[in-house]
């Protein structure tokens, strides 16, 4: 089992970068993909970035690829997504999600454990 807490969310202009983190508790984080998904007001919430259990693969939603950067650090049991050139799309509250399998999914409903979300505002 594995508890994600996210944090670095936050007000920022557009154009500007944050970088999120997010801390799992338990033991065997290394066995686990990690994921970030937002969800805006109203809206579903969808897939931005996931990474494998090793990290040697990663994956982004198509509008984020080139902005967005998904890392892990086993060791110290984070993950983290480095955001720049944030768009005012962005805005959302942005989740830090854990998957118990060797590769990580695009599909909320297939992950485990799930964050109590960070707000991040992109101001226009």
């Known amino acids: 089992q594995v508890q994600p807490v996210e944090s670095g969310g936050g007000l920022v202009q557009a154009g500007g970068s944050l970088r999120l983190s997010c801390a799992a508790s338990?033991?065997?984080?290394?066995?686990?993909?990690m994921g970030w998904f937002r969800q805006a007001p109203g809206k579903e919430r969808e897939f931005v970035a996931a990474?494998?259990?090793?990290?040697?693969?990663?994956y982004y939603l198509d509008s984020v690829k080139g902005r967005f950067t998904i890392s892990r650090d086993n060791a110290k049991r984070m993950v983290y997504l480095q955001m720049n050139s944030l768009k005012p799309e962005d805005t959302a509250v942005y989740y830090c999600?854990?998957?118990?399998?060797?590769?990580?999914?695009?599909?909320?409903?297939?992950?485990?454990?799930w964050g109590q979300g960070t707000q991040v505002t992109v101001s226009s």
């Open positions: 999600a854990a998957r118990s399998s060797l590769l990580p999914g695009t599909i909320p409903a297939g992950y485990d454990y």
């Open positions: 338990g033991r065997a984080f290394s066995s686990f993909a």
């Open positions: 990474i494998s259990r090793s990290g040697g693969n990663t």
